[in-house]
């Protein structure tokens, strides 16, 4: 390190010694009139470039000074590493070398970055091909590449910067790296602590020494940033229960001689802990004293809790944001009786003035169009400013299934007092996604299917599908297309165009298929925020192409109806959803009812299927959510309900733990049938992944699943039903949501088919 810098103390020496003697050599011309100015020495750069930064023209009477600022100038251009001023009789000459040029910037030997974000971060700062070479700017930019390596814990990391000059005055760049072993932390303190045991403490922290799935989290990594995040937590688990007055002293963080090893010691201070003795409201309340009285969550007799109090303060602040008063002040003074450990919150309140909403902006939305975000804003420019407006449209955006991040700023307007901006800020995530499905049988070894997904086709908010079955038994092609605004007031459109193929579930085989085809549109009308109505209608043919191993109930429709039929079923639909989110909700309601009628064809019949999921936080790690789904069909003008419009249950999806689409009736050849009627309940407990701290988008969960098929003549009695218990795995993967599960049956039949562990990419129970 000492070499590096007393070669860079010489090295700016020496152009400080070369502009001394420029100058030097500038100033031992005799004054002259200059009647013509020449420049030598230029190859890349213009010599506009070159006469439009001197300070002297042609006609100007050279001195001293003028030729001094010349040269400053030119050196200031940052082009030359050599500027030198001559006479030839009255002709002013510029002799200039030019600075080499970057030909290339490479890297070896960094692994811990991806070699193109490194090349665009040089871009951003100026290293990069054509631009002149900058010694000064590579030294900050290998500066740069060792501060980054700090930042994820390699701070043994060395960058060694390796310039070579080719042909034309260039030069390539390579920035060699040595990123050595991370270091680890090996110890965790906590110094302090009475009421609470150390390892409580400590395993609140998402850094810690590591375990079997450190691989994968990197919890055993330093980040000072990720240590800020885990004293606010530590701070937060004693403010929530009692300790007022807690506070964190000191945060020492020592590294080992040899750069691998880091300890962390924190020192706390407790303090009592207090009871709220009493709340009591001072300030404007707007005549609704009442109003405010019912929002408050902070509980006389109880200990102190700091959620409470910010969850009062923050709902103060929204029930004012409902009335138009943007920039309410909300305080909750604490009033502290250390004697007797008690405190008193006096809530003072001033909703200071009205504002409406002058400009709603959106940023960070590089694919998405602005139009796709702003039309599910329910806030609207040059109105008065509404919380609950604002609320319900960020959280519109959210459920687009678009972004990872969606949030509003609220900006004042400079000079303008009663008004504000309103930014929303975005943060695009891939919305086009791959979905795999396998699964192991005894009766088909292995199934595959999969899917294309983009559900905001170039940026327009519109979603395009095709999925694909290649599973022995049950072949698939679908294509979808959904415009959520196919008109400016919100009602969606959906295009289906499918082709199905079925056979027996068999292991000896069978050559007899199902064929359906069809086509359907669907539109969708939203009634209210979160409920929206379905119809639509379609044209269906299914052909029944007789071989080995058919079933007998198949023969007998086929042989009565013929084996051909045609339907133009209407369907009509409904749907609520307040969940959280799309992807990986922890709270919230959905609800779906689609109905199919068909009113004229070859088949007549009618078709319900009901869906309902519920998610339940019991805290800030652990959910649990519910979901129940019930089918019902029914043949009308005096014919069957058609064999090939069934419902199926079993596997993923339904009951978990046996073979895909096989429980209920069969055939005499023992082939699944389905059937009309359908019942599937399913309950899971939710939890963050063991080391994977509370990281969302890794999560176990435990299930129970029971559900079953009825043929039409059945009773629907829940001793028929099947049963499974089992755990499972979910991971927001970069292709999309996958869940794994390994089922147990529990309540099982003779001649059930089971299929214990099944996993599939995009789907939810």
């Not at 009591?280 to 109880?302: A, H, M, Q, W």
């Amino acid at each position: 390190m000492k070499k590096h810098i007393n070669r860079l103390g010489v090295r700016t020496a020496s152009a400080v010694a070369a502009m001394i003697f420029a100058a030097n050599a500038a100033w031992a011309l005799e004054p002259f009139k200059v009647q013509d100015i020449r420049v030598e020495g230029l190859q890349r750069v213009e010599p506009g470039t070159v006469f439009a930064s001197m300070p002297l023209r042609v006609g100007d009477d050279y001195n001293d000074e003028k030729g001094a600022a010349a040269i400053r100038a030119l050196f200031g251009l940052g082009l030359f590493k050599d500027v030198r001023l001559e006479a030839s009789g009255n002709v002013l000459v510029v002799v200039v070398e030019e600075r080499p040029t970057v030909a290339d910037v490479d890297f070896a030997g960094a692994r811990e970055f991806d070699k193109d974000a490194l090349k665009k971060a040089m871009r951003e700062v100026g290293l990069t091909e054509g631009r002149p070479y900058d010694k000064a700017l590579t030294d900050r930019a290998e500066q740069e590449l060792k501060r980054q390596y700090i930042n994820k814990s390699l701070y043994g990391a060395e960058v060694v910067t390796t310039v070579t000059p080719i042909e034309r005055n260039r030069v390539n760049l390579t920035f060699t790296v040595t990123e050595g072993e991370p270091a680890r932390i090996k110890e965790v303190r906590i110094v302090g602590n009475k009421a609470f045991n150390e390892s409580t403490l400590k395993g609140l922290f998402d850094q810690d020494t590591g375990g079997w799935l450190s691989w994968y989290t990197k919890s055993d990594r330093y980040s000072r940033t990720k240590l800020n995040a885990d004293l606010e937590t530590l701070r937060s688990y004693y403010l929530q229960r009692g300790y007022l007055e807690f506070r964190v002293d000191s945060t020492q963080v020592a590294i080992s001689p040899d750069k691998q090893d880091i300890s962390i010691t924190v020192n706390v201070t407790e303090g009592e802990r207090y009871v709220v003795s009493g709340v009591k409201l001072e300030g404007n309340y707007l005549d609704r004293d009442d109003e405010f009285k019912s929002l408050v969550t902070i509980r006389p007799g109880e200990p102190y809790n700091a959620d409470q109090v910010t969850e009062t303060t923050k709902a103060f602040s929204e029930y004012f944001a409902r009335f138009g008063f943007a920039f309410a002040r909300v305080e909750a003074v604490p009033e502290i009786d250390r004697e007797n450990n008690r405190v008193n919150f006096v809530l003072q309140a001033e909703p200071a003035r009205r504002a409406y909403v002058r400009r709603i902006n959106v940023s960070g939305n590089n694919r998405t169009r602005d139009e796709v975000i702003r039309r599910e804003f329910r806030q609207y420019e040059a109105s008065w400013y509404d919380g609950d407006k604002i609320r319900l449209s960020r959280d519109r955006v959210d459920r687009l299934g678009f972004f990872t991040e969606v949030n509003v700023e609220t900006q004042e307007v400079p000079g303008s007092p009663d008004q504000v901006d309103l930014v929303i800020n975005v943060a695009e995530k891939p919305t086009g996604s791959l979905q795999l499905g396998v699964g192991f049988s005894s009766a088909e070894k292995a199934s595959l299917s999969f899917g294309i997904k983009q559900e905001n086709i170039f940026g327009s908010g519109n979603y395009l599908g095709i999925d694909v079955n290649t599973s022995k038994y049950r072949r698939t092609l679908v294509f979808s297309t959904t415009n959520p605004y196919f008109t400016p007031e919100g009602i969606s459109r959906t295009l289906d165009v499918y082709y199905r193929t079925d056979k027996p579930y068999e292991d000896q085989g069978g050559n007899y298929q199902l064929v359906t085809t069809g086509t359907s549109v669907r539109f969708g009308v939203p009634f209210s925020e979160t409920d929206t109505v379905f119809f639509g209608g379609g044209l269906e043919q299914t052909r029944i192409k007789p071989g080995t191993n058919i079933p007998a109930t198949y023969l007998f429709y086929a042989d009565k109806f013929g084996y051909s039929s045609t339907s133009i079923p209407l369907t009509v639909g409904w749907s609520r959803d307040d969940r959280d989110s799309a992807l990986a909700p922890n709270s919230g309601r959905y609800q779906r009812l689609n109905s199919e009628w068909s009113v004229a064809g070859d088949a007549r019949y009618v078709r319900a299927n009901y869906q309902y999921q519920q998610y339940i936080p019991l805290n800030k790690r652990f959910t649990i959510a519910f979901n129940g789904e019930a089918g019902y069909g029914k043949g009308l003008n005096g014919r069957p309900f058609p064999v090939f419009k069934n419902f199926y249950s079993g596997g993923l999806g339904s009951v978990r733990g046996f073979d895909q689409g096989t429980l209920g009736p069969r055939d005499v050849t023992g082939a699944s049938l389905g059937g009309p009627k359908k019942i599937t309940l399913n309950t899971e407990l939710i939890a963050p992944f063991p080391g994977a701290g509370n990281d969302r988008t890794l999560r176990i969960f435990t299930f129970l699943d029971v559900g079953n098929v009825y043929g039409e003549n059945d009773k629907v009695t829940f001793s028929d039903m099947r049963a499974s218990v089992g755990l499972g795995l979910s991971w927001i993967s970069p292709l999309g949501p996958l869940r794994l599960a390994f089922a147990q049956p529990v309540r099982k039949f003779a001649g059930d088919r089971i299929q214990k562990l099944q996993f599939q990419i995009g789907t939810s129970f």
